[in-house]
């Protein structure tokens, strides 16, 4: 099956094009540039083709041939919909990064569609969210009864352009949790608490984290709350802004917003990386009072970003071919898949 990363030039592309590479794959270069393309397929001998997103024809075009797609050009807000109705259109499987609760609940929009032309549709194949998705879907199979789910993660390292870029637009729309197993808006770090971590304490806040949405669909639990753990001044700051409530979503506040991103954000350097992990917890609750708590380490973000996404690459390349339809990365790898990735271990 011809394969392909679209958005193979930006921070996460790259290092996707690499380590495919390495595992001896050779995806298709695709983005809107064959100029930005053309150095690293040179580089790997790989194949270039350029077509935008907002262009139907062109974008379908680029398809003709391919099996499976690895979209990492975000916002996937913008993204995802033109891209995602081309792959069912044209029969190729879908995969992407998203961490975007919006942009799940779109994927999952089409999952007749998908289940008709025998198209797999996995958004967060990446570290938004295989690593929570599968720490949620461990704590349902140990404790089947869970009526109430709280998942957290402490990133280090700092985010991307594209993850830049995201945050900025979430400013706009508040928090999100899962209540009574509704997504329900909330107000930006509606709450906070602490996690324990090599025995200190770590202060962490509410995020509309991806697991809001895709936790409910692997487990099935009506009440899910995602903490990111950051500084008390960070959620104090957050706080403060709920004051300009729906000004921050106004496109020009947007656009100077990004802007800065793109004036200041680079990502994480390669060395950066290597220094830098995550932890991620897990507390599942039961009607009854039982608890049952878990945590994860993990690579930097996008590291197990790049892992997490290529192993179903390759699953979705070697066969058996699954039924189509929206899936979780549990869904389709299993609770466990987090534990065979590098570096990723129980703690």
């Given amino acids: 099956m011809d394969w392909m990363i679209y958005g193979a030039n930006g921070y996460t592309g790259r290092m996707m094009v690499e380590e495919a590479v390495k595992r001896g794959l050779k995806p298709v270069l695709a983005g809107r540039s064959a100029a930005a393309l053309e150095p690293l397929a040179q580089k790997h001998g790989l194949a270039v083709r350029a077509f935008a ?30 891209m995602l109705e081309a792959c069912l259109d044209v029969g190729a499987h879908y995969l992407d990064i998203t961490g975007e609760i919006d942009v799940f609940a779109l ?3 089409h999952d007749a569609a998908a289940r008709e032309k025998g198209v797999v549709v ?19 199979r140990e404790l089947p009864g869970a009526t109430a789910l709280v998942l957290a993660f402490e990133a280090g390292g700092g985010p991307s352009p594209g993850t830049a870029k995201t945050s900025v637009e979430g400013l706009g729309k508040g928090g999100r949790a899962r209540i009574g197993g509704v997504v329900k808006r909330v107000p930006l770090a509606w709450k906070t608490r602490t996690f324990e971590r090599d025995g200190e304490q770590r202060f962490a806040m509410t ?49 100077w917003l990004k802007k800065q991103v793109e004036k200041k954000v680079r990502g994480p350097s390669d060395n950066t990386r290597g220094k830098t992990g995550c932890v991620v917890w897990g507390e599942a609750r039961d009607a009854a009072g039982h ?12 590291d197990i970003t790049v892992t997490a996404a ?16 929206y899936y979780t990365p549990s869904k389709l790898m299993g609770a466990d898949y ?3 990735l590098p570096g990723v271990r129980l703690d």
């Fill in 107 to 109: 994927c999952h929009e």
């Fill in 53 to 82: 997103l907002d262009n139907p024809a062109a974008l379908r075009t680029g398809l003709n041939g391919i099996g499976l797609v690895l979209h990492c050009a975000g916002p996937f807000s913008a993204t995802c919909r033109p």
């Fill in 122 to 140: 996995l958004p967060g194949s990446g570290f938004d969210v295989v690593p929570t998705d599968c720490l949620a879907a461990q704590l349902k």
């Fill in 291 to 302: 608890e049952l708590k878990r945590r994860l380490r993990t690579p930097n973000g996008y």
């Fill in 207 to 255: 995020i509309p984290w991806g697991d809001v949405y895709t936790a409910h669909v692997s487990t099935g639990i009506p009440d899910i709350e995602v903490y990111m753990g950051v500084p008390p001044a960070t959620a104090a700051r957050l706080r403060r802004l709920r004051l300009l409530g729906p000004l921050l979503g106004l496109g020009p506040v947007q656009a």
């Fill in 310 to 325: 290529l192993g179903i690459v390759q699953r979705l390349l070697q066969g058996p071919a699954p039924a189509g339809g």
């Fill in 338 to 340: 987090v534990l065979s």
